[in-house]
């Protein structure tokens, strides 16, 4: 099975701190996702990823940055962290079909 | 938006007795994926479905594109059940990119 693995598990920073949440998948998966979770809203996509360099950009990416740096890994930043990006974020890969998620980052800005 | 909408949104069941769970897609999904969220917060895949029907124990989830929509049918209800279904379709174009429904929350109780 799958793993994907996230850190760290809990964060919190304040209002305009700079946040950066990891992702590592050890399966050899080409696609890798970031989304957040919300009541009401179910999980958005942030930013994907079809491989080692490439970056695309999901439903939600306002205030987002990622970065792909080798297949494994995959990066989430927020650069000005804002209250409204208080959320549950998840890492998630694919080899473009069963998606496999992480155990989920929680994030709190204040 | 409502691209996919889950119903009901929360379902409560005694043990031993059988349900359905619902998605309804506006858009034109070429696959659909269910996971279950468990009361931990972990996610995990029940299914990958193309266009068919597939069956896993005490669950079954059959997805119909034409008709738009796919279900997820529980069977023999057990209090590990318990947690909050998602839904999630593949939008055409080959992006891999999902969309979640907002789930439906399952209570099991003895």
């Known amino acids: 099975e799958a793993a994907v693995t996230q850190s760290p598990r809990n964060k919190v920073t304040v209002t305009g701190g700079n946040v950066t949440l990891s992702c590592r998948q050890t399966?050899?998966?080409?696609?890798m996702y970031w989304y957040r979770q919300d009541t009401g809203h179910g999980l958005r996509l942030i930013h994907y990823s079809y491989g080692a360099g490439n970056l695309q950009i999901g439903d939600v990416p306002d205030g987002y940055k990622a970065t792909r740096t080798t297949q494994e890994d995959f990066f989430l930043l927020l650069e000005l962290a804002s209250p409204s990006q208080t959320s549950l974020y998840f890492c998630a890969s694919s080899d473009r079909d069963t998606q496999y998620f992480g155990p989920g980052t929680r994030l709190l800005v204040l | 938006g409502d691209k996919v909408k889950q119903s009901p949104s929360a379902l409560s069941l005694q043990e031993g007795t059988n349900s359905a769970l619902r998605c309804n897609f506006s858009i034109a999904a070429t696959t659909v994926q269910w996971f279950l969220q468990n009361p931990r917060g972990s996610l995990m895949n029940l299914f990958y479905l193309v266009p068919g029907t597939k069956e896993n124990g005490r669950l079954k989830s059959a997805f119909d594109s034409k008709e738009s929509y796919s279900t997820l049918h529980i069977r023999d209800a057990q209090l590990e059940d318990s947690g909050t279904y998602f839904c999630?379709?593949?939008?055409?174009?080959?992006?891999?990119?999902?969309?979640f429904g907002e789930g439906t929350k399952l209570t099991v109780s003895s």
């Open positions: 999630a379709a593949e939008a055409p174009g080959g992006s891999a990119k999902l969309i």
């Open positions: 399966n050899s998966h080409n696609y």
